[in-house]
C-alpha cells in the first residue's frame, strides 16, 4: 500500500546541480531524523529541484554520517548535504523498518514551495 507525504531534503546523490537521488528527513524534537530517500530522480525532477538546493553550512545534523547503498550492502552513498530547506511531496511504501525509516526508496511527485519545514507534524517513530 502507497501513500503521499511530505519531507525535508537533507542531502543529495550526484551534484547540486544534477541531483540523481534525495536523502529525506523530517524533525524530531528539533533534530533531523533520516526517513528515506527517493528512487533515481528523473530528468525533469533533477531539474525541478537542481535551482532549489542550496549546500550545507557547518553544523548540519546529518555531518558525519553515512549511507547505504541498499539493502544488506556495504558500499555506502556518496551525498552531498544540504542547507534543509526544501520541502518535498513524495509517494511511499507503508512498510517501515524497526527505526520508523521508509523500507523503500519513495518517488518523488513535486517540489512543495507552499511550505516550509515547520509546516508539517514531526516524525514518530514507531512504538516499541
Not at 23 to 37: A, I, K, M, V
Not at 85 to 100: K, T
Amino acid at each position: 500500500m502507497r501513500e503521499t507525504t511530505e519531507a525535508i531534503v537533507g542531502a543529495v546523490t550526484g551534484s547540486l546541480t544534477a541531483p540523481r537521488g534525495l536523502l529525506l528527513g523530517r524533525y524530531d524534537d528539533g533534530h533531523l531524523q533520516y526517513t528515506g530517500r527517493t528512487t533515481t530522480l528523473t530528468r525533469a525532477a533533477s531539474a525541478a529541484v537542481a535551482g532549489q538546493l542550496a549546500s550545507a553550512q557547518h553544523g548540519h545534523p546529518w555531518t558525519g554520517w553515512s549511507f547505504s547503498a541498499g539493502w544488506g550492502s556495504r558500499e555506502t552513498l556518496n551525498v552531498t548535504l544540504v542547507e534543509p530547506e526544501l520541502v518535498v511531496e513524495v509517494g511511499v511504501d507503508v512498510a517501515r523498518d524497526a527505526s520508523g525509516r521508509w523500507r523503500h526508496p519513495v518517488r518523488l511527485h513535486r517540489a512543495r514551495h507552499d511550505l516550509s519545514p515547520a509546516d508539517f507534524p514531526c516524525w514518530t517513530p514507531p512504538p516499541r
